[in-house]
């Protein structure tokens, strides 16, 4: 079945940590995304990808890095410097940049 | 820029009633309409969408939407709503002006009672 995988499902990090969420998809799609998701505030793009080996910043690109070496993969890290890491995190992918969006399950990030 | 309203952010309603759900947006040129829906702890998956054509969308679940270039709304209706409704919906708009970046709004919890 194609569809787009992330990793793990709950995420537990002290402060001062960085830490990487897997995002893997074998729809073949060129562009993918890294949402962040809080209560009552929709969903928020973090990083997004058109091709591989380059991206672009969101709307609240602060604290994150990613990285676009194959196709399927685009990892999102969280680092120290993201100063609320707390959230639902969402990765998606597109055939195209205007269509329909699939998305996968959804890391919850928490920090003790 | 493109903004996206979706102008209920909680709407109960019991089962077997019918439902609208609101959306909004600020740009009419060249936009594509998406609605999508979120059960707890879940991705997003795609409910419908209006890319040309037809001004009334069919999606699944019996849901279905009208794109109203005018008003600038793409309303999402039900008939008859079920419990298993019960979930977020997220109306999302991508348009040239903004390089096709896809803006979602911040969507509507649907809360269907017995």
Known sequence: DGGITQSPKYLFRKEGQNVTLSCEQNLNHDAMYWYRQDPGQGLRLIYYSQIVNDFQKGDIAEGYSVSREKKESFPLTVTSAQKNPTAFYLCASSMREWDEQFFGPGTRLTVL | ?114
């Open chain 2, 1 to 114: 820029a493109q903004s996206v309203t979706q102008l209920d952010s909680q709407v109960p309603v019991f089962e077997e009633a019918p439902v609208e759900l609101r959306c909004n947006y600020s740009s009419s040129v060249s936009v594509y309409l998406f609605w999508y829906v979120q059960y707890p702890n879940q991705g997003l998956q795609l409910l419908l969408k209006y890319l040309s054509g037809s001004t009334l969308v069919k999606g699944i679940n019996g849901f279905e939407a009208e794109f109203n270039k005018s008003q600038t709304s793409f309303h999402l209706r039900k008939p008859s709503v079920h419990i298993s409704d019960t979930a977020e919906y997220f109306c999302a708009v991508s348009d040239r002006n903004g390089g096709f970046k896809t803006i979602f709004g911040a969507g509507t919890r649907l809360f269907v009672k017995a």
